[in-house]
């Protein structure tokens, strides 16, 4: 069934479904749990791919003198996150500010297939008999849950490394003294479990929702798309960048929060 026989509920369910791979059956398809979202992972690992490469490329052709644009603009995103770290790190760890660096654009990049036309991918890789296809990694939630337990972890790691023994006496006391150790215990929980939450399901439920308007406008007659897709695709710009800044920005407020010892 090709796109053009399909109703609009169907179009939308259409463009809403991940290309998947059952690791129990070895097929394409969503059959169980044990299934893989191609699309996010093939979308996620080429742009980190081109990001790499990119930026290696650079930095193998800088320049003292006067730099060319595209070493101007990436040294322009640098500086951005390197002087938002200092402002917002408390801690001293070399890992910080390339790990920022890497979160912005990386799901900027992502981000940024969402301009992409709603049917562009999908119809090209339906000629090659692969039926959906979603071109935005960060609209799904396995993705974004799946960077938030990554910053998770590091939270813990840094956690127990840079606090030792104190961050049992840190639970067990604060915020309301010893003698209410177990409410301690699980404000100390609700607080950390919290985190990975608030990163995944905030970008998360952002970039469907700006997914999910590009697929509204894309129903509607072809003579009266280009103006509200147009002032979408405009905001929409604002948007993506606010969300890898936000994603970027908590990473570094909970990196340092692990790291303060007051």
């Known amino acids: 069934m090709t796109a053009e026989n399909l109703t609009t509920g169907q179009y939308i369910q259409h463009h809403l479904e991940n290309l998947t791979f059952n690791l129990h059956t070895m097929s394409l398809g969503r059959d169980g749990f044990w299934t893989l979202n191609l699309d996010t992972l093939f979308v996620g690992l080429v742009t980190a791919l081109l990001l790499g490469f990119m930026m290696r490329w650079v930095a193998s052709r800088m320049t003292s003198g006067t730099p060319g644009?595209?070493?101007?603009?990436?040294?322009?995103?640098?500086?951005?996150?390197?002087?938002?770290?200092?402002?917002?790190?408390?801690?001293?760890?070399?890992?910080?500010?390339?790990?920022?660096?890497?979160?912005?654009?990386?799901?900027?990049?992502?981000?940024?297939?969402?301009?992409?036309?709603?049917d562009l991918l999908p119809r090209i890789l339906g000629a090659l008999g692969l039926g959906h296809f979603r071109s935005v990694p960060t609209s799904d939630p396995n993705a974004t849950f799946a960077m938030s337990l990554t910053v998770f972890a590091l939270i813990v790691f840094y956690n127990v490394t840079v606090k030792g023994l104190k961050l049992g006496k840190e639970i067990l006391t604060q915020p309301f003294g010893a003698w209410l150790f177990p409410i301690n215990i699980l404000f100390r929980c609700i607080e950390e479990f919290v985190k990975p939450l608030s990163l995944s399901l905030r970008l998360f439920g952002n970039m469907f929702a700006g997914e999910l308007i590009f697929i509204l406008i894309a129903v509607m007659p072809w003579w009266a798309q280009w103006l509200p897709?147009?002032?979408?695709?405009?905001?929409?710009?604002?948007?993506?960048?606010?969300?890898?800044?936000?994603?970027?920005?908590?990473?570094?407020?909970?990196?340092?929060?692990?790291?303060?010892?007051?």
């Open 69 to 118: 644009r595209l070493q101007n603009f990436i040294e322009m995103i640098i500086e951005f996150v390197d002087r938002s770290v200092r402002e917002t790190y408390h801690g001293k760890s070399p890992l910080i500010a390339p790990l920022a660096l890497t979160i912005f654009v990386w799901i900027f990049t992502m981000n940024l297939m969402d301009l992409l036309p709603v």
């Open 229 to 262: 897709g147009g002032m979408w695709a405009i905001f929409h710009i604002l948007i993506i960048t606010i969300q890898a800044f936000i994603f970027m920005m908590l990473t570094i407020v909970y990196l340092s929060m692990a790291h303060d010892t007051h």
